[in-house]
T-cell receptor, first 113, second 113 residues
């Protein structure tokens, strides 16, 4: 299995809703990542988990809350988002060092209304 | 700091034309270098990589050589196809207390039949 699976593919949520994005990989990778990508822009790093521990938080607002329940799963909990948070959210995984590149999921297209 | 600069697009080519997308980087030490490709509506896919100076990465007819003396990692393909139309991101990965990948702005390629 050489895939990263993200669900849902599309999500529309109101500014008072709570929702979660899910990511799963079965490649034995020990690092997992959340990226945010706006249209016609490169991905921006949000969080890095290494061996299930949060190792990098790129000063992301607290309305985004990551969680890594085990080495195969990564969640992103969303609460009280703003319309400007609408974007493509990408999950990725890699070997622990990241030097050999990432495997990305196909993303969740999030729209905040 | 670490950064990646790649040529602005869009780049428009006819089928079977030669492709070059320029990429230069700024980093201390010895980063790994990558090219990722993003097709419409999808996540990023690792296209090729190089982990040390003078390494050549290659995949699907695409090539790039890690040139430390010119801090460059230009992407080339001898004969492009319509199916190569996508956005191409140059990236570097460094260990800064957790591996981070820094992406260039992306170059959109259109290939006409």
């Amino acid at each position: 299995d050489t895939e990263v699976t993200q669900t849902p593919k599309h999500l529309v949520m109101g500014m008072t809703n709570k929702k979660s994005l899910k990511c799963e990989q079965h490649m034995g990778h020990r690092a997992m990542y959340w990226y945010k990508q706006k249209a016609k822009k490169p991905p921006e790093l949000m969080f890095v988990y290494s061996y299930e521990k949060l190792s990098i938080n790129e000063s992301v607002p607290s309305r985004f809350s990551p969680e890594c329940p085990n080495s195969s799963l990564l969640n992103l909990h969303l609460h009280a988002l703003q319309p400007e948070d609408s974007a493509l959210y990408l999950c990725a995984s890699s070997q622990s060092t990241g030097r050999d590149g990432y495997t990305f999921g196909s993303g969740t297209r999030l729209t905040v209304v | 700091g670490n950064s990646v600069t790649q040529m602005e697009g869009p780049v428009t080519l006819s089928e079977e034309a030669f492709l070059t997308i320029n990429c230069t980087y700024t980093a201390t030490g010895y980063p790994s270098l990558f090219w990722y490709v993003q097709y419409p509506g999808e996540g990023l896919q690792l296209l090729l990589k190089a982990t040390k100076a003078d390494d050549k990465g290659s995949n699907k007819g695409f090539e790039a050589t890690y040139r430390k003396e010119t801090t460059s990692f230009h992407l080339e393909k001898g004969s492009v196809q319509v199916s190569d139309s996508a956005v191409y991101f140059c990236a570097l990965s460094r260990n800064t207390g957790g591996f981070k990948t820094i992406f260039g702005a992306g170059t959109r390629l259109f290939v006409k039949a």
